[in-house]
């Protein structure tokens, strides 16, 4: 899965199904929502989204800045990038994992997933990136 991919499941755009809006969607239809304690588990959840708020913020400005519309500052120089928006591949992880954990709570089912399998496409380029700014 790549930095695109896993930046659209948070991607808080109104035109985008996402993870943000799962939640929200959930919270105000707890009726719809058929597990136990589904009021206390989805707003964890919501709080839980809440303290990953400055990696995800990380992840979209580099898919925004770099990955999806080379801006002229980072294309040229992109180490910069890195600077402005750190990103380890433990933070994606992270993400992926509580991508997971929302969907087994709010399904009650365990979701079967490897994150970082061979078909991490931009791996190679988001190691090289971490690389350059240790």
């Known amino acids: 899965m790549s930095c ?8 808080k755009n109104k035109a985008t199904e996402n993870i943000p809006k ?4 959930a919270s105000q239809n707890l009726g719809l929502v058929r597990i136990k304690n589904a009021k ?11 303290k990953h708020a400055t990696i995800i913020k990380n992840l979209i ?3 925004n800045e770099y ?11 992109p180490q910069l990038l890195s600077k402005k928006y ?27 997933f490897k994150p ?3 078909d991490f496409l931009d791996l190679k380029y ?8 240790d």
């Open 61 to 63: 400005g580099k898919r």
């Open 116 to 118: 970082l399998d061979d």
């Open 67 to 77: 990955y999806a519309h080379n801006d002229k500052n980072f294309f040229r120089k």
């Open 86 to 112: 750190p990103l380890a591949i433990t933070d994606l992880e992270t993400l992926l994992k509580f991508a997971i954990k929302v969907l087994d709570k709010l399904t009650g089912e365990k979701t079967v």
């Open 4 to 11: 695109m991919s896993i930046a659209k499941l948070f991607d």
């Open 40 to 50: 206390q588990k989805i707003s964890s959840l919501q709080i839980e989204l809440a």
């Open 22 to 25: 799962l939640l929200e969607t």
């Open 126 to 133: 988001l190691l090289a990136d971490i690389k350059k700014s």
